[in-house]
């Protein structure tokens, strides 16, 4: 599509001066020269449309450099993850072994416990002398403090094997918790670096649809951009001409074609009708696409209506041109007073014909698709409608 824009280009201005022609002025020599000149500027729209292309290359090259960092921080973090898993794994198993260990040496210190109240109380019945004559005294005693030797050791070594049990009852607990804690610390990381991966896996899913639609915009946007830019200097370029036509009519004494009301179109700004009744949907001017960041310039609005509603001349005046060109469908240009030009595209089953009187609110066709793009220029200025029609009309 580089090159189409040309060949219709060139097109156009191979038929453009029989067109003029049938309406009203043969071309002339400087006509000529100023469709050569706009051809130049034509050139220059087309270079900086390959610049804008070049532009979304350059873009979708960053875009496949910022899909291949996610792929790669997305990577790294998988890995992360992973190993966090094999640690969760690891801390686990050690959790149930130090589990087993700290119900081991909970049962072994109650044991120790058990024992050591026990032989402690066995001590302190068994140290009691037993009633006797006094024969038996002597060995009584004797029998008595060998008893209370033995039980005091056996005392004193439960006492330590409390103790330990104690110590290593503490210090089970103590790995224990410790692992827990562990485990918990470990977990929330692995949870964090989930939620990255997730977010990061998010941010890459985005990238590659803006990626996707870059690659669309870059397949249409040659096609898109150059057409309806060059349709609209064609557009323009009619529209020149038909100022000149204007102008010569002007300077002949032929009669006007249709009465002017008022001889001043300036007094119906904030009062023309809108051609269509709907919501605008395209508006004037300058607009930068939020992806791409290109700039493309609209001549008109547009306004989105119901299929098939009616198209309503805005003004009083005289049908200029009716035409096709691509990008704009069938149009209707109709003629005002003061060199001022309502464009009307997007039409079907048009009612009017070429140096038809039309009069305000006169049907001119249907909406082929519900959406019309209305321009109003003075010569071959743009200017912006909806500062020209009354809002209410829109309704």
Known sequence: MKYGGEKIILLFLAILPVIISGYGQPARADDILNQKQELEKIKDEIDNTRKNLDSLRNVEKNVLKEISEAEQRASMNKTVIQRLNNQLASLRKDIDHSKEQLQSSEEHYRNSRGRYIYNLKYYYLGVRLPEGGPGHKIDDEKKA??????????????????????????????SYADLVDREKSVDNVRAQKRSEYTIITSQKDKKERTLTNIRRKKEDEADRLVTLSEAARQMEELIEHLELARMEREKSSRPMQFEYKTGNF???????????????????????????????????????????????????????????????????????????????????????VANQIVGRDERLGIASDGTVKFELRQGRTPLDPVEWIRLDSFK
């Open 145 to 174: 403090f060998e008893k209370r030797l033995y039980l005091q050791s056996l005392a004193a070594y439960d006492k330590n094997e409390m103790t330990r049990a104690s110590k290593y009852l503490t210090e089970a607990e103590n």
């Open 266 to 352: 300036d007094s119906y700004k904030g009062s023309l009708m809108a051609p269509v009744k709907g919501t605008v949907v395209g508006s004037f001017g300058w607009k930068t696409d939020k992806i791409t960041n290109l700039k493309s310039y609209s001549p008109g609005i547009e306004i989105k209506g119901k299929k098939g509603a009616p198209v309503l001349a805005a003004a009083r005046g005289v049908v200029a041109y009716i035409g096709s060109l691509r990008g704009y469908g069938n149009f209707v240009i109709v003629e005002h007073e003061d060199g001022y030009y309502t464009t009307y595209s997007g039409l079907e089953q048009l009612t009017v």
